[in-house]
């Protein structure tokens, strides 16, 4: 990168960043001039520049944006090479592709192969279009490289549908990154990373995504001039956050999943609820759980005794509901609900319980259910215990308990 300089006499010189250390004549005065160290200390960060942007592209947003109804806040506009979503992803692309060659194949010895193979062609039409729209409307999101053995990565994103109160997420997952076109990435580098998002949570189909599928962007495109321009449009506030994040995931030992981030210093002050309020909650959202009274038409007595022997032990107020786990072959599992606790017993998580008033939120996705203390400690709950609609009810319930 040339280092910009000036003379003592007003002359102006432009050296390369090889010359640091170094010194020469000014050839106007003769004057010594330094290359001093320090003025490649301090990169100039990079800027975008728009004009590399394909108007096709453009374009093609514009369809994306009308067709769903949506819009990424901050979009991809990536090139993307098949062949290397292909290398780096290759299962997906097996799965179409594959019977296309073997049944034009077959339709050689009989016309009636040519069907299916017209009808995975069209399949496979369709996946590489979703592809490509996941690349140019698709939202750009911090990333950071958690480890290389596994290769694992970090995305920050926000799952708000609407404006209104921040569903910030982290999602840790496996990733490709060896097909990085930049190189071998080092751990903690930053990364961009290329997400589209599905589901609904809360109840509410409006209020937040549930999942979100990012792809960094360096494994899919090699023009360093995309990549870098995707890079700037990060502020120093976007990174921030997604470390500040990192630093409330409990511990180095992550299970690939969606962790949600809260702003601690912000949260409202919770005001306790009467047996009433809850047991008025319980009867609205808890349609697929059990009242406790019902426990003697179904409901396994061996997780209701334990469960009242708990409560009773605590000190605390009478179970009001009762959910039991699907998987009942496991013995007795599932959670109960009383005016002022969340008590649980999972295979997964032990026995325990939560007060209301601990807790920060709660957070739906397509693995389980996570609800987080304000001092940070995580409960999550695998989905394979619940019915969907009994973890959407138990983050809608969580969620009214902490805007108080």
């Not at 007003?10 to 010594?32: E, I, L, M, N, W």
């Not at 911090?142 to 997420?169: E, H, Q, Y």
């Not at 005794?305 to 605590?314: D, F, G, M, P, R």
Request: net charge positive.
């Amino acid at each position: 990168m040339p280092i910009q300089l000036s003379c003592r006499c007003g002359k102006q010189y432009r050296v390369p960043d090889s010359a640091t250390g170094h010194h020469f004549k000014c050839k106007h005065c003769d004057a010594r001039i330094d290359v001093p160290v320090q003025a490649i200390l301090v990169p100039t960060p990079p800027t975008a520049n728009p004009d590399i942007i394909d108007p096709r592209m453009l374009t093609e947003l514009n369809r994306i944006r009308e067709a769903t109804s949506s819009a990424a806040s901050n979009p991809g506009m990536l090139p993307m090479s098949r062949f290397r979503h292909v290398m780096a992803f290759p299962v997906w692309a097996a799965i179409w592709h594959v019977p296309i060659v073997a049944f034009a194949l077959l339709s050689i010895l009989h016309l009636a192969f040519i069907l299916p193979a017209i009808l995975f062609s069209a399949g496979a039409y369709l996946y590489w279009r979703r592809i490509r729209f996941k690349f140019i409307g698709g939202c750009a999101n911090p990333g950071m490289v958690l480890s290389l053995l596994p290769p694992r990565i970090a995305v920050f994103t926000n799952l708000k549908k609407r404006p209104g109160s921040d569903w910030n997420v982290i999602k840790v997952m496996s990733h490709p990154l060896r097909r990085m076109s930049t190189g071998r990435p080092s751990i903690g580098q930053r990364v961009v990373a290329i997400a589209d998002y599905a589901g609904s949570g809360a109840g509410d189909p409006q209020s937040h995504w549930i999942d979100f599928y990012p792809v960094v962007a360096d494994i899919v495109c090699t023009h360093r001039e995309h990549l870098q321009r995707l890079l700037s449009t990060f502020s120093d506030e976007d990174w921030k956050e997604l470390g500040g994040g990192l630093r409330q995931l409990p511990g180095p030992k992550l299970e690939d999943r969606i962790y949600r981030i809260y702003d601690f210093g912000s949260l409202p002050k919770y005001f306790p609820m009467s047996p009433a309020q809850v047991s008025r909650l319980v009867d609205s959202l808890f349609a697929s759980c059990w009242p406790i009274e019902l426990a003697s038409k179904g409901l396994n007595p061996e997780l209701v005794n334990k469960a009242s022997s708990y409560v009773a032990a605590h000190d605390m107020p009478n179970i009001i509901t009762i959910c039991e786990s699907i998987q009942r072959s496991e013995g007795p599992s599932g959670f109960a609900l009383t005016a002022t606790h969340l008590y649980f017993s999972y295979k997964e998580t032990g026995r325990g319980l939560m007060a209301y008033s601990e807790m920060a939120g709660a957070l739906t996705t397509v693995a389980g259910i996570e609800i987080t203390t304000r001092v940070g400690a995580r409960l999550f709950i695998p989905d394979r215990h619940f019915l969907r609609q009994s973890t959407v009810s138990l983050e809608a319930f969580v969620t009214e308990l902490t805007d108080g």
